[in-house]
């Protein structure tokens, strides 16, 4: 299912004496899959005509509506309370998987943070839908082998203590990273545009600039215990699969591959996740997210 | 809501509220435009660098020539000569706000280095005022309740045969449409599209605000609309242009009950019309006498503020609900701007995540805010409405809100409010997405 996405710059008409009105060319940018359309009126920036932000726009409420927001809400909605396992993919093939701790495989990771690093949290089986993975590294901040936990709550007092974290908000839930070879561990809070806005407002700017769409999105910045802030944010957002791969991998903003190809998963998708080196100023990595509940597998 | 600004009011409900997308009409025969031969646009390059006195030497470009047909109310309108020079080897006055999208960058004659210096000088009568427009017609009420005054109107078909190096002639075919003050740049404020009309009922419409250059002079706020065909400029007779119709972008429904709107429809019988004196039980809206003569007429074009509160901010932001196995959310788009403790501001967050928090952020928009724990009593939100007709789904207050700052003191300056406990998706902000109506007092 191919999706355009069409700029309409707008002209003067005429109108005759008996009301006739030569043809109406509006200024909208228009995203439509064929059978769905959604306009988006032009929108502003310092006064001007931004037809970027416009276009992101126009991208976000399609897909509220008809696109990937709305299948992720659908899904979501009819599979809560179950078990969960999400493969994360990268470059064609899965990078990770991610279980929900009351699964087999995420409870024997939980066994292994317990005798590692007892007592850094107060329990690590607070929630059941916790998510926890082991991952060899494919991108940088990480090195060694680790052990990935999503605590699905804000950040506690003393890991923002631990962390030296600066932030005022904070999304329900954060990462924390535990290196098998060293057994450091770094922090992933995950915070919303508006605190991102707030905290790092040029990278916010750039970031923003550079992904496909903006509304859903959200923001993951990487912490040590020294305090110390990580080149590379993560920026999670919702997209259809094809206005991701249509129209932004493609493309000479973000030159990498599609993370997946297999359209059956489609309906599984929840967000995409993109690495940006702020080093750099540019996309060095990007992630599919597919989430499968377990219980019906 | 905002009352009717001409027609029948009732004291308690008129009936089925008027929905219209007119915001102003000043009929035909309201305008009468003054021929000003002497117009022209201007701009300055650099001809060549005199290696004799080290400095360039410089000269000017006709941008735009012919007669402009104008409307002048004052003179402080946008309108008037800027008294541009050439001084050989400096410019001055090059200051216009008319036509400053037709600035042009680069060279100026494709030879070397001669470069185009900005800002444009305008070539205009020197009269204080030009044209006519009658009395009724030249003030109206915008969408959001402001009480508008029209400054300016003109039209120029360019007889120069470019508008500047490399530029078609019919680029400096222009429009331009003022407003008395400092105007927000926005559909609310202002207008979305702008017709005009001859005496003989041809017109030329589309022409959206959005499409328009945009300037404040410091007195008018002046839209500038140019790259007209030559075709449309021809429809018109433009030295006979008579009528003006601004519009906004769809039909907004006016309250004709004072009542309905002062009160919210909260008053019950017997409805006193003494009850709507300003900072009685009902309202606290400017321009409504606290005491001695109220007249029905005093309502017209008025939006209801709430009593204890100033309205700081009333408008439409859009809503996203979204749910997945991290978190669920319920999130906002960015608001229109509005003044917050003397700055430029606007909603950059109204949200709730989980159900268990709500976060409100306000963000600076020009300037450098020292934000304060002050400034507003309570947000309310009307879900999926782009009004505030009838009671508000949710009200929040500041009172109940821990607050936090960021960048204080800066361009990016943020002030936060959150509150915790337990909020239903469905009351906070609403499961489907949607435009709320959100009122900050």
Known sequence: MAITITETNNAPRTIDADGNI?????????????????????????????????????????????????????????N???????????????????????????????DELEAGWEDFIPDYRRNNKNLVSEFTPMRPPYINNSISYYDM???????????????????????????KTTSDVVIKAMIPQSEMNAQHPDLCKAIENIIPTIG??????????????????DVYFTASYEIVSQQWCNNTVIDLAVPYTDETLHPKLSYWGAVYNSDFDRITHLKAYITHYLDDE | MTLISSGALALKDGGTN????????????????????????????????????????????????????????????????????????????????????????????GQGAQTYVSGIGLNASSSSTLGSLSSSAQTFSSTDGNSRTISDFGICQNTNSNTGYNQSQDKGNIIWFGLVGQVSNTNAAAFYN???????????????????????????SIWTWHNISDS?????????????????????????????????????????????YKDGTYHNTVGIPTSGQLAFSDFYGKARTGSGGTLIHGGTQAHTYSSSQYFTSSTHGVSSNFTFQGYTSRVSSLAQFNGTSITLTFQAQSGSPIYTNSGWTTVKVWRGQSNNSGSPDVTLYRTNMTFSVSNNGTSTATATWTQSGTFSFATYFGTSNTTNYVEIE
């Open chain 1, 80 to 110: 809560a309370g179950k078990s969960v396992r999400d493969d994360v993919y990268m470059a064609g093939s899965i990078a990770r998987r991610d279980y929900s701790i009351d699964t087999v495989e995420g409870s024997a990771l939980v």
């Open chain 2, 18 to 109: 008027p929905s219209t997308s007119t915001i102003h009409d000043t009929g035909f025969s309201a305008f009468s435009l003054a021929a000003d031969t002497s117009f022209s646009l201007h701009q300055a390059y650099r001809l060549f660098f005199d290696g004799e006195v080290n400095a360039w030497e410089y000269s000017v470009d006709t941008l735009v020539d012919g007669t402009a047909y104008v409307y002048k109310r004052s003179s402080t309108s946008a309108y008037h000569d800027s008294n541009h020079q050439n001084n050989i080897y400096s410019t001055s006055g090059f200051n216009a706000d008319i036509g400053t999208a037709l600035e042009l960058t680069g060279t100026a004659t």
């Open chain 1, 22 to 78: 030569s043809e109406l060319l509006p200024s909208t940018v228009t995203v439509s899959d064929g059978s769905n359309t959604v306009v988006q009126n032009i929108v502003y920036t310092d006064e001007n005509v931004d037809w970027n932000l416009t276009k992101k726009l126009a991208i976000n409420s399609y897909d509220n509506q008809y696109g990937q927001i709305r299948t992720a809400n659908l899904n979501t909605t009819s």
């Open chain 1, 153 to 179: 709550q804000v950040p506690t007092d003393e890991l923002k203590t631990h962390f030296s974290l600066p932030y005022n908000v904070y999304l329900p839930f954060h990462g924390l990273k535990f290196d």
């Open chain 2, 194 to 220: 702008l017709t005009l009309y001859d005496s003989s009922g041809n017109g030329i419409s589309s022409l959206l605000r959005q499409n328009a250059t945009y300037e404040y002079d410091g007195n008018v």
């Open chain 1, 216 to 233: 859903s999105h959200f923001f993951g910045i990487i912490y040590n215990s020294s305090g110390e802030m990580s080149p590379l944010v």
């Open chain 2, 232 to 276: 449309n400029m021809n429809f018109v007779n433009q030295s006979n242009i008579t009528r003006v119709l601004l519009t906004s972008a769809s039909a907004v429904t006016f309250n004709n009950g004072i009542s309905e709107e002062m009160s919210g429809g909260t008053d019950a019988n017997p409805i006193e019309f003494s009850d709507y």
